[in-house]
């Protein structure tokens, strides 16, 4: 078929020839250069070669003199070849051209392949807003045709609120700033509320006058959800540490503060913006840094831990509860830890003090049987046990006063009798009740058994003193039994049972003397 059109082409031509010009007009080729041209680019090469062809025989036999003849003629051959050779040149650079657009038709199909199957949103604008082009991910991400878009301005898909912030931001698109990254709310499928992102780059002609804007955008609602949940957390767990009286800090695995809260900025008498970011040693001091590092170690390996530091203070000691917590990354990677410190100062003097409690004599402030215990035991994991001695105590003739002058009367003896006691020996022994008429007598650091016996001479004198009750002048005695050396092996029931038997060897002597080894 493109034979026979190159062939109507080429009739054509030499009937409008034939038709505008008279025969003898040396313009013989005037209608034959666009039929070649035509055939070229419509049929084809061959084709064009036909009409060239065609058309070199007609213009030699018909336009060249002598008039439809053969006779050969200089003048003829150089026109004819003239035309051939142009209009080969004219075939070429058609074949050519329709090669380039063919291939840039291609290039241009493939791209817009690309375009249409890119997962983001793609669209293309004048200075002016209005659509130029819209991808298919365009159109599924705001619900709309490409019809719909393309031809009108853009600013309906945007949030009203938002609109002039993103006039602004692409109002700074220049030749040396030519992409701006936008986020903001659109009106997504179904008139949802999205957000979006958007980078747009800018092109400028010559001048650097905008021309076009392309934006590639994807939504981000959940990224941006995850964004104000996490603020939202942040800022939750914010007011949680700066409501509780606790301190709270944030280290990181490079030993640098990444968090603190009002409470240590008050402990420290510093500023977070002071702390955040430097070293834990240069906040705290090395001294307090080295102290506190062997639990530092142990939160950097993973484990949690909790220990009381004391620190003396005006009003006595101040002791210090401190959590060290690890922090985990979801690769279980260690990642710092946090720091949690209480000051427990109250509650350890109250331990203190209920546990004196639990330890003393409620009649006369002296030891009881557990807290003599616990001082025996002390003493013996001290090892101190060789040079303990121990003196056992027993009142005689303590029942008829009770009898006689009732109850209180007793305790006041016996109250008397203890503060007696107290003052015969050096702080660092024990004195205690055991329970009734019965007491005890701990000397630490007895190297001499001589001074053990001497001390026992003393209660025995103690005991033989009046005691003077209001108007009653009350005579009393006592017996003593001495034991020296514990036993760490048999422990202080050891000692006390030794020290009993003496006791009971005194009372068995005649009460009111003391029994023990020499």
Same mark, same amino acid.
């Given at each position: 078929?493109?034979?026979?059109?190159?062939?109507a082409?080429f009739?054509?031509?030499?009937?409008?020839?034939?038709?505008?010009?008279? $025969?003898?007009?040396?313009?013989?080729?005037?209608?034959? #250069?666009?039929?070649?041209?035509a055939?070229f680019?419509?049929?084809?090469?061959?084709?064009?070669? %036909?009409? $060239?062809?065609?058309?070199?025989v007609?213009?030699?036999?018909?336009?060249?003199?002598?008039?439809?003849?053969?006779?050969p003629?200089?003048?003829?051959?150089?026109?004819?070849a003239v035309?051939?050779?142009?209009?080969?040149?004219?075939?070429?650079?058609?074949?050519?051209?329709?090669?380039?657009?063919?291939?840039?038709?291609?290039?241009?199909?493939?791209?817009?392949?690309?375009v249409?199957?890119?997962?983001e &949103?793609i #669209?293309?604008?004048?200075?002016?807003?209005?659509?130029l082009?819209?991808?298919? &991910?365009?159109?599924?991400m705001?619900?709309?045709?490409?019809?719909?878009i393309?031809?009108?301005?853009?600013?309906p $898909?945007? #949030?009203?609120?938002?609109?002039?912030?993103?006039?602004?931001?692409?109002?700074?698109?220049?030749?040396?700033?030519?992409?701006?990254?936008?986020?903001?709310r659109?009106?997504?499928?179904?008139?949802?509320?999205?957000w979006?992102?958007?980078?747009?780059?800018?092109?400028?002609?010559?001048?650097?006058?905008?021309?076009?804007?392309?934006?590639?955008?994807?939504?981000?609602s959940?990224?941006?959800?995850?964004?104000?949940?996490?603020a939202?957390?942040?800022?939750? %767990?914010?007011?949680v540490?700066?409501?509780?009286?606790a301190?709270?800090?944030?280290?990181?695995?490079d030993?640098?503060?990444?968090? +603190?809260n009002?409470?240590?900025?008050?402990?420290?008498?510093?500023?977070?913006?002071?702390?955040?970011?430097?070293?834990?040693?240069?906040?705290?001091?090395?001294?307090?840094?080295?102290?506190?590092w062997?639990?530092?170690?142990?939160?950097?390996?993973?484990k949690?831990?909790?220990?009381?530091?004391?620190?003396?203070?005006?009003?006595?000691?101040?002791?210090?509860?401190?959590?060290?917590?690890?922090?985990?990354?979801?690769?279980?990677?260690?990642?710092?830890?946090?720091?949690?410190?209480?000051d427990v100062?109250?509650?350890?003097?109250?331990?203190?003090?209920?546990?004196?409690?639990?330890?003393?004599?409620? %009649?006369?402030?002296?030891?009881?049987?557990?807290?003599?215990?616990? #001082?025996?035991?002390?003493?013996?994991?001290?090892?101190?046990?060789?040079?303990?001695?121990?003196?056992?105590?027993?009142?005689?003739?303590?029942?008829?006063?009770?009898d006689?002058?009732?109850?209180?009367?007793?305790?006041?003896?016996l109250?008397?009798?203890?503060?007696?006691? +107290?003052?015969?020996?050096?702080?660092?022994?024990?004195v205690?009740?055991?329970g009734?008429?019965?007491?005890?007598?701990?000397?630490?650091?007895?190297?001499?058994?001589?001074?053990?016996?001497? +001390?026992?001479?003393k209660?025995?004198?103690?005991?033989?003193?009046?005691?003077?009750?209001?108007?009653?002048?009350?005579?009393?005695?006592?017996?003593?039994?001495?034991?020296?050396?514990?036993?760490?092996?048999?422990?202080?029931?050891?000692?006390?049972?030794?020290?009993?038997?003496?006791?009971?060897?005194?009372? &068995?002597?005649?009460?009111?003397?003391?029994?023990?080894?020499?």
């Amino acid at each position: 078929m493109s034979f026979f059109g190159a062939f109507a082409i080429f009739a054509a031509a030499l009937a409008l020839r034939l038709l505008i010009l008279p $025969v003898e007009s040396r313009l013989g080729v005037l209608t034959f #250069y666009p039929a070649a041209a035509a055939c070229f680019c419509f049929f084809g090469k061959w084709p064009g070669r %036909l009409v $060239v062809l065609l058309s070199a025989v007609t213009v030699y036999y018909v336009f060249t003199p002598p008039h439809w003849s053969w006779t050969p003629s200089a003048e003829g051959f150089w026109s004819i070849a003239v035309f051939v050779v142009f209009s080969e040149w004219l075939g070429v650079t058609v074949e050519r051209a329709k090669r380039d657009h063919a291939a840039l038709h291609r290039q241009k199909q493939q791209f817009e392949a690309i375009v249409q199957d890119q997962s983001e &949103a793609i #669209y293309r604008f004048r200075s002016d807003g209005t659509v130029l082009f819209v991808n298919e &991910a365009f159109c599924r991400m705001f619900g709309v045709k490409a019809e719909d878009i393309v031809g009108h301005h853009w600013a309906p $898909v945007v #949030y009203p609120d938002d609109l002039p912030q993103v006039t602004e931001r692409l109002a700074m698109l220049s030749p040396s700033n030519p992409i701006v990254t936008i986020e903001n709310r659109v009106f997504g499928e179904a008139g949802v509320l999205r957000w979006g992102q958007f980078t747009n780059r800018g092109f400028f002609d010559e001048a650097g006058a905008l021309i076009e804007i392309q934006s590639v955008g994807r939504d981000i609602s959940a990224g941006v959800e995850a964004r104000l949940q996490l603020a939202r957390q942040t800022a939750t %767990l914010t007011s949680v540490t700066e409501a509780i009286p606790a301190t709270v800090a944030v280290v990181g695995t490079d030993g640098n503060y990444r968090f +603190v809260n009002g409470a240590f900025e008050r402990q420290w008498g510093t500023t977070r913006e002071h702390v955040i970011g430097r070293k834990v040693v240069d906040v705290i001091g090395q001294e307090e840094f080295d102290r506190r590092w062997p639990w530092v170690q142990m939160a950097f390996a993973g484990k949690p831990v909790q220990f009381i530091l004391d620190y003396p203070s005006r009003d006595g000691t101040t002791y210090i509860d401190i959590s060290y917590v690890p922090l985990r990354l979801d690769t279980g990677e260690i990642d710092g830890f946090v720091v949690v410190t209480n000051d427990v100062t109250y509650q350890k003097r109250e331990e203190v003090r209920l546990l004196q409690l639990s330890q003393r004599d409620p %009649l006369t402030g002296l030891l009881n049987r557990a807290g003599f215990e616990t #001082y025996l035991d002390q003493v013996i994991r001290d090892g101190a046990g060789a040079s303990l001695a121990l003196l056992y105590i027993d009142l005689d003739h303590f029942k008829p006063v009770n009898d006689k002058y009732g109850h209180p009367a007793g305790d006041e003896v016996l109250k008397i009798f203890g503060s007696r006691l +107290v003052n015969l020996v050096r702080p660092t022994d024990a004195v205690a009740r055991l329970g009734g008429d019965e007491f005890a007598i701990a000397l630490s650091g007895a190297r001499e058994r001589a001074n053990a016996h001497a +001390v026992a001479a003393k209660v025995l004198a103690a005991a033989q003193a009046p005691f003077h009750i209001g108007p009653l002048l009350l005579q009393i005695n006592a017996s003593v039994g001495v034991a020296f050396d514990a036993c760490p092996d048999k422990g202080w029931q050891d000692l006390i049972a030794r020290a009993d038997a003496k006791l009971l060897a005194a009372k &068995a002597a005649g009460k009111g003397q003391q029994r023990g080894a020499d």
